[in-house]
Protein backbone atom coordinates (compact mmCIF):
# COMPACT_ATOMS: atom_id res chain seq x y z
CA UNK A 1 0.00 0.00 0.00
CA UNK A 2 1.39 3.63 -1.24
CA UNK A 3 2.36 5.61 2.24
CA UNK A 4 -0.07 8.22 1.06
CA UNK A 5 -2.91 5.71 1.33
CA UNK A 6 -1.70 4.27 4.39
CA UNK A 7 -1.85 7.54 6.52
CA UNK A 8 -5.29 8.28 5.08
CA UNK A 9 -6.70 4.81 5.81
CA UNK A 10 -6.75 5.17 10.13
CA UNK A 11 -8.80 8.49 9.82
CA UNK A 12 -11.29 6.92 7.31
CA UNK A 13 -11.71 4.23 9.69
CA UNK A 14 -12.20 6.56 12.31
CA UNK A 15 -14.38 8.44 10.07
CA UNK A 16 -16.89 4.69 9.66
CA UNK A 17 -16.36 4.24 13.61
CA UNK A 18 -18.10 7.52 14.19
CA UNK A 19 -20.75 7.76 11.65
CA UNK A 20 -21.71 3.81 12.72
CA UNK A 21 -21.94 4.76 16.38
CA UNK A 22 -24.07 8.27 15.56
CA UNK A 23 -26.07 6.19 13.16
CA UNK A 24 -26.40 3.14 15.71
CA UNK A 25 -27.24 5.65 18.28
CA UNK A 26 -30.10 7.45 16.53
CA UNK A 27 -31.77 3.82 15.49
CA UNK A 28 -31.75 2.97 18.98
CA UNK A 29 -33.63 6.06 20.56
CA UNK A 30 -36.38 5.06 18.55
CA UNK A 31 -36.69 1.73 21.06
CA UNK A 32 -36.89 4.15 24.21
CA UNK A 33 -34.68 4.79 27.20
CA UNK A 34 -33.21 1.70 28.72
CA UNK A 35 -34.11 -0.02 31.62
CA UNK A 36 -33.94 2.25 34.24
CA UNK A 37 -32.05 -0.14 36.71
CA UNK A 38 -29.59 0.38 34.26
CA UNK A 39 -29.73 3.20 32.60
CA UNK A 40 -26.24 5.76 33.26
CA UNK A 41 -28.80 8.86 34.05
CA UNK A 42 -31.01 7.21 36.38
CA UNK A 43 -27.44 5.60 38.08
CA UNK A 44 -25.67 9.27 38.05
CA UNK A 45 -28.59 10.76 39.57
CA UNK A 46 -29.01 8.07 42.61
CA UNK A 47 -25.56 9.13 43.31
CA UNK A 48 -25.83 12.35 43.53
CA UNK A 49 -28.69 11.88 45.69
CA UNK A 50 -27.08 9.45 47.87
CA UNK A 51 -24.15 12.67 48.02
CA UNK A 52 -26.28 14.97 48.67
CA UNK A 53 -27.15 13.61 51.78
CA UNK A 54 -23.97 12.69 52.97
CA UNK A 55 -22.30 15.83 51.80
CA UNK A 56 -24.83 17.85 54.33
CA UNK A 57 -23.08 17.50 57.19
CA UNK A 58 -20.17 20.32 56.96
CA UNK A 59 -21.05 23.72 56.91
CA UNK A 60 -18.86 24.65 53.92
CA UNK A 61 -21.81 23.32 51.38
CA UNK A 62 -19.90 25.08 48.43
CA UNK A 63 -17.01 23.06 48.84
CA UNK A 64 -19.31 19.84 49.33
CA UNK A 65 -21.05 21.29 46.09
CA UNK A 66 -17.60 20.73 44.03
CA UNK A 67 -16.70 17.27 45.44
CA UNK A 68 -20.17 16.50 44.79
CA UNK A 69 -19.58 17.46 41.07
CA UNK A 70 -16.39 16.22 40.64
CA UNK A 71 -17.10 12.56 41.73
CA UNK A 72 -20.72 12.16 40.15
CA UNK A 73 -19.10 13.58 36.82
CA UNK A 74 -15.18 11.84 36.83
CA UNK A 75 -16.56 8.30 38.61
CA UNK A 76 -19.35 7.62 35.39
CA UNK A 77 -16.93 8.82 33.18
CA UNK A 78 -13.73 7.45 34.45
CA UNK A 79 -15.29 3.74 35.38
CA UNK A 80 -17.03 4.23 31.45
CA UNK A 81 -13.60 4.64 29.82
CA UNK A 82 -11.92 1.79 31.83
CA UNK A 83 -14.77 -0.53 30.49
CA UNK A 84 -14.09 0.72 26.72
CA UNK A 85 -10.55 0.67 26.95
CA UNK A 86 -10.44 -2.50 28.59
CA UNK A 87 -13.19 -4.32 25.85
CA UNK A 88 -10.90 -2.70 22.81
CA UNK A 89 -7.76 -4.20 24.20
CA UNK A 90 -9.19 -7.79 25.06
CA UNK A 91 -10.36 -7.69 21.07
CA UNK A 92 -14.15 -7.61 21.84
CA UNK A 93 -15.08 -4.95 19.73
CA UNK A 94 -18.11 -5.96 18.58
CA UNK A 95 -19.08 -5.47 22.73
CA UNK A 96 -16.67 -1.96 22.75
CA UNK A 97 -19.47 -0.96 19.78
CA UNK A 98 -22.49 -1.83 21.52
CA UNK A 99 -21.62 -0.15 25.10
CA UNK A 100 -20.08 2.90 23.16
CA UNK A 101 -23.74 3.19 21.15
CA UNK A 102 -25.53 2.58 24.63
CA UNK A 103 -23.64 5.18 26.59
CA UNK A 104 -23.99 7.91 23.60
CA UNK A 105 -27.88 7.29 23.30
CA UNK A 106 -28.35 7.24 26.93
CA UNK A 107 -26.78 10.81 26.81
CA UNK A 108 -29.55 12.64 24.24
CA UNK A 109 -33.36 12.38 23.64
CA UNK A 110 -34.32 12.72 19.97
CA UNK A 111 -38.00 11.41 20.08
CA UNK A 112 -38.94 11.32 23.82
CA UNK A 113 -40.31 14.87 23.36
CA UNK A 114 -43.08 13.44 21.08
CA UNK A 115 -43.83 11.37 23.47
CA UNK A 116 -44.65 13.11 25.84
CA UNK A 117 -46.05 16.04 23.99
CA UNK A 118 -48.76 14.30 22.01
CA UNK A 119 -50.92 13.34 25.44
CA UNK A 120 -50.79 16.58 26.32
CA UNK A 121 -52.22 17.72 22.86
CA UNK A 122 -54.50 14.47 22.69
CA UNK A 123 -56.15 15.73 25.99
CA UNK A 124 -56.23 19.01 24.68
CA UNK A 125 -58.37 18.44 21.80
CA UNK A 126 -60.23 16.52 23.79
CA UNK A 127 -60.93 19.04 26.28
CA UNK A 128 -59.57 17.50 29.10
CA UNK A 129 -57.55 20.35 30.36
CA UNK A 130 -57.23 18.28 33.61
CA UNK A 131 -55.06 15.56 31.89
CA UNK A 132 -53.13 17.71 29.50
CA UNK A 133 -51.97 19.40 33.20
CA UNK A 134 -51.07 16.50 33.90
CA UNK A 135 -49.20 15.09 31.35
CA UNK A 136 -47.32 18.50 31.47
CA UNK A 137 -46.01 18.47 35.02
CA UNK A 138 -43.61 15.68 33.13
CA UNK A 139 -41.73 18.11 31.24
CA UNK A 140 -41.74 20.95 33.47
CA UNK A 141 -41.15 22.44 37.02
CA UNK A 142 -43.70 24.85 36.93
CA UNK A 143 -46.98 24.53 38.71
CA UNK A 144 -49.56 23.27 36.28
CA UNK A 145 -52.46 22.95 38.43
CA UNK A 146 -54.45 26.50 37.59
CA UNK A 147 -52.76 26.75 33.93
CA UNK A 148 -54.81 27.69 30.59
CA UNK A 149 -54.78 26.22 27.66
CA UNK A 150 -52.65 28.98 26.77
CA UNK A 151 -50.19 28.77 29.33
CA UNK A 152 -50.24 25.01 28.85
CA UNK A 153 -49.01 25.56 25.13
CA UNK A 154 -46.52 27.81 25.97
CA UNK A 155 -44.92 25.64 28.60
CA UNK A 156 -44.86 23.00 26.08
CA UNK A 157 -43.22 25.29 23.44
CA UNK A 158 -40.94 26.19 25.90
CA UNK A 159 -40.19 22.80 26.92
CA UNK A 160 -39.17 21.45 23.02
CA UNK A 161 -37.27 24.69 22.46
CA UNK A 162 -35.31 24.12 25.90
CA UNK A 163 -34.77 20.77 25.14
CA UNK A 164 -33.22 20.94 22.00
CA UNK A 165 -29.94 22.41 23.91
CA UNK A 166 -29.49 19.94 26.63
CA UNK A 167 -31.64 16.89 25.71
CA UNK A 168 -30.04 16.77 22.27
CA UNK A 169 -27.89 18.94 20.66
CA UNK A 170 -25.23 19.61 23.57
CA UNK A 171 -24.64 15.81 24.28
CA UNK A 172 -23.80 15.47 20.49
CA UNK A 173 -21.72 18.47 20.52
CA UNK A 174 -19.40 17.09 23.14
CA UNK A 175 -19.84 13.98 21.28
CA UNK A 176 -18.39 15.40 18.37
CA UNK A 177 -15.63 16.83 20.16
CA UNK A 178 -14.47 14.32 22.92
CA UNK A 179 -16.28 11.36 21.83
CA UNK A 180 -19.11 9.26 23.39
CA UNK A 181 -17.00 10.07 26.82
CA UNK A 182 -17.57 13.92 26.48
CA UNK A 183 -21.46 13.37 25.73
CA UNK A 184 -21.37 11.31 29.07
CA UNK A 185 -19.81 13.42 31.37
CA UNK A 186 -21.80 16.29 29.40
CA UNK A 187 -25.00 14.02 30.68
CA UNK A 188 -23.68 14.09 34.24
CA UNK A 189 -23.42 17.81 33.90
CA UNK A 190 -26.84 18.41 33.48
CA UNK A 191 -28.14 15.44 35.65
CA UNK A 192 -26.37 17.57 38.19
CA UNK A 193 -28.13 20.34 37.63
CA UNK A 194 -31.36 19.29 37.29
CA UNK A 195 -31.31 17.90 40.86
CA UNK A 196 -29.44 20.20 43.09
CA UNK A 197 -28.91 23.18 40.56
CA UNK A 198 -31.30 25.51 42.21
CA UNK A 199 -32.10 28.60 43.78
CA UNK A 200 -33.60 27.45 46.44
CA UNK A 201 -32.12 28.29 50.19
CA UNK A 202 -31.71 24.26 50.46
CA UNK A 203 -29.81 23.99 47.24
CA UNK A 204 -28.46 27.58 46.59
CA UNK A 205 -24.62 26.39 48.08
CA UNK A 206 -24.57 22.62 47.80
CA UNK A 207 -25.74 23.01 44.06
CA UNK A 208 -23.90 26.72 42.83
CA UNK A 209 -20.89 25.02 40.80
CA UNK A 210 -23.16 22.16 39.33
CA UNK A 211 -25.70 25.37 38.28
CA UNK A 212 -22.43 27.28 36.96
CA UNK A 213 -20.73 24.26 35.23
CA UNK A 214 -24.47 23.62 33.09
CA UNK A 215 -24.62 27.07 32.29
CA UNK A 216 -20.96 26.86 30.75
CA UNK A 217 -21.40 23.64 29.06
CA UNK A 218 -24.64 24.68 27.46
CA UNK A 219 -23.56 28.24 26.43
CA UNK A 220 -22.01 27.92 23.29
CA UNK A 221 -24.97 25.23 21.80
CA UNK A 222 -27.54 27.94 23.17
CA UNK A 223 -27.13 30.22 20.83
CA UNK A 224 -26.00 27.75 17.86
CA UNK A 225 -29.45 26.58 18.27
CA UNK A 226 -30.81 29.74 18.19
CA UNK A 227 -29.42 30.62 15.23
CA UNK A 228 -30.23 27.18 13.24
CA UNK A 229 -33.54 27.87 14.17
CA UNK A 230 -33.76 31.36 12.37
CA UNK A 231 -32.37 29.24 9.43
CA UNK A 232 -34.83 26.45 9.84
CA UNK A 233 -37.89 28.51 10.35
CA UNK A 234 -37.37 30.21 7.23
CA UNK A 235 -36.78 26.40 5.12
CA UNK A 236 -40.61 26.19 7.05
CA UNK A 237 -42.04 28.46 5.77
CA UNK A 238 -42.08 30.26 9.21
CA UNK A 239 -41.55 33.82 10.19
CA UNK A 240 -37.29 33.54 10.52
CA UNK A 241 -37.58 37.48 10.68
CA UNK A 242 -39.37 37.63 13.39
CA UNK A 243 -37.43 34.51 15.03
CA UNK A 244 -33.95 36.26 14.23
CA UNK A 245 -35.45 40.02 15.76
CA UNK A 246 -37.28 38.00 18.60
CA UNK A 247 -34.35 36.09 19.71
CA UNK A 248 -31.80 39.01 19.42
CA UNK A 249 -34.03 41.17 21.51
CA UNK A 250 -35.46 38.59 24.46
CA UNK A 251 -33.16 35.92 24.78
CA UNK A 252 -31.64 37.49 28.15
CA UNK A 253 -35.43 37.49 29.47
CA UNK A 254 -35.28 34.58 31.26
CA UNK A 255 -33.27 34.24 34.35
CA UNK A 256 -30.84 31.14 32.74
CA UNK A 257 -28.38 32.62 30.68
CA UNK A 258 -29.13 29.57 27.77
CA UNK A 259 -32.92 28.71 27.87
CA UNK A 260 -33.85 32.17 26.53
CA UNK A 261 -32.37 31.84 23.48
CA UNK A 262 -33.96 28.51 21.57
CA UNK A 263 -37.13 30.13 23.19
CA UNK A 264 -36.86 33.56 22.12
CA UNK A 265 -36.19 32.08 18.32
CA UNK A 266 -38.78 29.51 18.53
CA UNK A 267 -41.49 32.78 19.67
CA UNK A 268 -40.27 34.39 16.72
CA UNK A 269 -41.00 31.92 14.21
CA UNK A 270 -44.13 30.46 15.81
CA UNK A 271 -45.34 34.12 16.02
CA UNK A 272 -46.53 33.23 19.75
CA UNK A 273 -46.03 34.61 23.23
CA UNK A 274 -44.42 32.55 25.77
CA UNK A 275 -44.65 33.19 29.29
CA UNK A 276 -43.78 31.60 32.48
CA UNK A 277 -45.63 33.35 35.47
CA UNK A 278 -43.61 35.87 37.42
CA UNK A 279 -40.63 34.58 35.66
CA UNK A 280 -40.53 35.79 32.14
CA UNK A 281 -42.60 37.02 28.86
CA UNK A 282 -41.04 36.17 25.72
CA UNK A 283 -42.38 37.55 22.32
CA UNK A 284 -44.65 40.16 23.32
CA UNK A 285 -46.92 41.75 21.06
CA UNK A 286 -47.88 38.07 20.08
CA UNK A 287 -50.89 35.82 21.14
CA UNK A 288 -49.87 32.35 22.79
CA UNK A 289 -49.64 29.45 21.30
CA UNK A 290 -52.36 26.82 20.54
CA UNK A 291 -52.25 23.34 19.60
CA UNK A 292 -51.58 24.18 16.22
CA UNK A 293 -48.29 26.35 16.71
CA UNK A 294 -47.02 23.06 19.39
CA UNK A 295 -47.33 21.02 16.50
CA UNK A 296 -45.74 23.48 14.48
CA UNK A 297 -42.59 23.67 17.19
CA UNK A 298 -42.12 19.64 17.07
CA UNK A 299 -41.50 20.06 13.18
CA UNK A 300 -39.00 23.39 14.14
CA UNK A 301 -37.60 21.16 16.67
CA UNK A 302 -36.45 18.49 14.41
CA UNK A 303 -35.49 20.42 11.52
CA UNK A 304 -33.10 21.90 13.77
CA UNK A 305 -32.14 18.77 15.36
CA UNK A 306 -30.99 17.71 11.24
CA UNK A 307 -29.27 20.65 11.04
CA UNK A 308 -27.37 20.81 14.28
CA UNK A 309 -26.47 16.82 13.33
CA UNK A 310 -25.55 17.37 10.03
CA UNK A 311 -23.44 20.74 10.22
CA UNK A 312 -22.05 20.69 13.38
CA UNK A 313 -22.10 17.40 14.77
CA UNK A 314 -20.99 15.23 12.13
CA UNK A 315 -18.64 17.80 10.75
CA UNK A 316 -16.91 18.21 14.08
CA UNK A 317 -16.58 14.66 14.32
CA UNK A 318 -15.17 14.30 11.26
CA UNK A 319 -12.34 16.46 11.78
CA UNK A 320 -11.70 15.27 15.14
CA UNK A 321 -12.33 11.69 14.30
CA UNK A 322 -8.43 10.97 12.92
CA UNK A 323 -6.58 12.74 15.65
CA UNK A 324 -8.65 11.72 19.13
CA UNK A 325 -10.39 8.34 18.50
CA UNK A 326 -8.04 7.20 20.84
CA UNK A 327 -9.61 9.27 23.24
CA UNK A 328 -12.78 7.95 22.68
CA UNK A 329 -11.83 4.21 23.63
Known amino acids: MAPGIRSVAPVLESWVIVLLIVSASFAADLLG ?29 RAAGVLLWVLCVVVPVALSAFLLRVLYSLGFVLVWFLVSVFLLKSSFTLFSMDRHVKPIVESLRSGEIDDARRHLQLIVRR ?19 EGLVDGTCSPLLFFSVLGVLGALGYRAVNTLDSMVGYTSPEYLEIGWFSAKADTAANYLTARLVGILTVIAAYILGLNARG ?3 TFRRDHSRTRSRNAGCPMAAFAGALNVRLEKRSEYV ?18 LMKLVTLLFTTLVAIT ?10 RWWL
Do not use: N, Q
Request: aromatic fraction near 8%.
Open 143 to 161: PTADLDTGLICSAVVESVA
Open 282 to 299: IGEGYGYPGIREVEASLK
Open 316 to 325: FSLLMAGRYL
Open 243 to 245: SWV
Open 33 to 61: EPPLRIHPVVLIGRMASFLDRKLRFTDRL
